[in-house]
C-alpha cells in the first residue's frame, strides 16, 4: 500500500536583527527534527524584517514579506532592532516592521502564556508560596483602543481616543473562550467598568458572547487596577486573562517578570484566518549578540505554540514543550540563568535529542 503524502505548511521565517537569527536558528532546527516521523512538513519561505531589511530594502518591512505572509500559514520571527538603526528616521526604524505586519495582516489576538515551571521557580522574584500552579494565558486585544484611536496635541492639550466596537469585542472574547475550553475554563475579563464606558461595553459584550456560546466557562470581571495586585499575591488563581489593548500592555509585562527572565516566555498574535505570528517576547539583546549565549527557549516555545494554534499538530506541539521542560528539569540552563550554563547550540542539541 502506498505511504500517505504528508501534509505540507507554509511558514515564512524571519529571523531578524542580531539575536533574533540565533534564536530563529534554534527553532528551525527543533522543527526539522520534530517533523521526521510525523505525518507533516514545514516548508520555510525566508523573508526580511527589521533592521536586516532596511539594510537590504531601504524599509523596514517590504511588499514581499507581507505578501509571503497573505499566502502562508504561520510566521516565525526572531527579534528586530539594534543600534546599527538607531539614527535612522522614522520609517526606517526596524520596530516600524513589526507595527506594520501587524496592522497589515490584521493580527487583532495577542496571547501570552505565561507558565512557571516547577524547576524555574527559584529564578521568580515571587516568594515560593506564591508561585502554586502558576499557568495564565493573557489574551490581549491588539489592533483598537487608544493605541490605535484618533490622536492630536497641540502645546496644551492632548488626546487619545479609545474606541471599540462591538465586534472587535466579540471576535477576541470567541477567541479567549476557545482557549479556555481547552484549558481550565475561566475566564477573567480585566477592565476598568467603574470607570471608562468602553469597559462597560467590554462587559456587556463579553457577557453576552459567553452566555450564548460559551455556557461551560465561569466567567469573572476584575479591575485592572485589582488585577495589576492579584497578579502579585495570587497568581496561580487565574486561568485566560482578557483584556483590552493597553491594559494587555501593562498586565503582560507585569505576569512576565513572574518568570524571572524575558528569555523563557513566547508570544503569538492571530487573525481571524488562524494566521498568527510566532515571537518570543524578548527583543534583538545585542549586547549579547555574536557570543553564542542567547536563551533560545522562548523561541522554542514560540515553535511550539504555532504548531497548536496556527498548524492544528497538537501532539507536536507537546513534544516540543516537553523537551523543553525536560531539559529544564535535567538542569539545562542557559546563561540568563546559570552562568556556568550551555551555549544556545548546545541548549538546542539537548532540545533536538529530547524530540528525537
Ligand atoms: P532586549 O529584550 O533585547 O534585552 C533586554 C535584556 O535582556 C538584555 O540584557 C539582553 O541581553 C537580555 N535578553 C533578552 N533576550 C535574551 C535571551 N533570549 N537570552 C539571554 N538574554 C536575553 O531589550 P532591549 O535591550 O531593550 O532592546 C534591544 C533591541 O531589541 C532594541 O532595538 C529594541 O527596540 C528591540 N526590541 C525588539 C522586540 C521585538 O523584536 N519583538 C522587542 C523588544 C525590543
Not at 491588539?142 to 497641540?154: A, D, I, M, V
Amino acid at each position: 500500500m502506498a505511504s500517505k503524502e504528508p501534509k505540507h505548511y507554509r511558514v515564512v521565517g524571519l529571523p531578524g536583527d542580531y539575536i533574533g537569527a540565533e534564536v530563529y536558528a534554534a527553532a528551525v532546527r527543533a522543527l526539522e527534527v520534530l517533523t521526521q516521523g510525523r505525518d507533516f512538513r514545514i516548508d520555510l519561505d525566508e523573508q526580511l524584517i527589521g533592521g536586516a531589511a532596511v539594510d537590504a530594502t531601504g524599509e523596514p518591512l517590504p511588499q514581499a514579506t507581507l505578501d509571503a505572509c497573505e499566502g502562508a500559514d504561520a510566521a516565525l520571527l526572531g527579534a528586530v532592532g539594534g543600534p546599527d538603526w538607531d539614527d535612522r528616521p522614522a520609517e526606517q526604524r526596524p520596530e516600524l516592521g513589526l507595527l506594520k505586519i501587524r496592522a497589515g495582516l490584521g493580527l487583532f489576538c495577542n496571547l501570552r502564556p505565561v507558565v512557571l515551571h516547577p524547576a524555574l521557580q527559584r529564578f521568580s522574584p515571587l516568594k515560593p508560596d506564591r508561585l502554586v500552579n502558576v499557568d495564565v494565558m493573557i489574551v490581549r486585544e491588539l489592533t483598537g483602543g487608544s493605541y490605535f484611536g484618533n490622536k492630536w496635541r497641540n502645546a496644551n492639550e492632548a488626546e487619545d481616543v479609545c474606541r471599540y466596537t462591538r465586534f472587535e469585542i466579540e471576535r477576541v472574547t470567541r477567541a479567549a473562550c476557545d482557549i479556555a475550553m481547552k484549558r481550565d475554563r475561566r475566564l477573567t475579563l480585566i477592565d476598568k467598568a467603574n470607570v471608562l464606558e468602553t469597559s462597560r461595553l467590554w462587559r456587556e459584550v463579553v457577557r453576552a458572547v459567553v452566555d450564548a456560546e460559551f455556557p461551560e466557562l465561569d466567567l469573572e470581571f476584575l479591575y485592572v487596577d485589582a488585577a495589576a495586585m492579584h497578579l502579585l499575591s495570587r497568581p496561580g488563581d487565574f486561568d485566560v486573562m482578557l483584556t483590552e489593548n493597553m491594559f494587555g500592555d501593562i498586565i503582560s509585562d507585569e505576569a512576565s517578570m513572574l518568570c524571572g527572565s524575558l528569555g523563557l516566555l513566547p508570544s503569538a498574535s492571530l487573525n481571524e484566518r488562524r494566521f498568527g505570528l510566532y515571537e518570543p517576547i524578548h527583543g534583538s539583546a545585542p549586547d549579547i549578540a555574536g557570543k553564542g549565549i542567547a536563551n533560545p527557549y522562548a523561541m522554542l516555545l514560540s515553535a511550539a505554540m504555532m504548531l497548536r494554534h496556527s498548524l492544528g499538530e497538537d501532539e507536536a506541539a507537546d513534544a516540543l514543550e516537553t523537551a523543553v521542560h525536560g531539559c529544564w528539569e535535567d538542569g539545562i540552563l542557559s546563561r540568563d540563568l546559570d552562568p556556568d550554563g550551555p551555549g544556545t547550540d548546545e541548549i538546542t542539541d539537548e532540545v533536538c535529542k529530547r524530540l528525537g
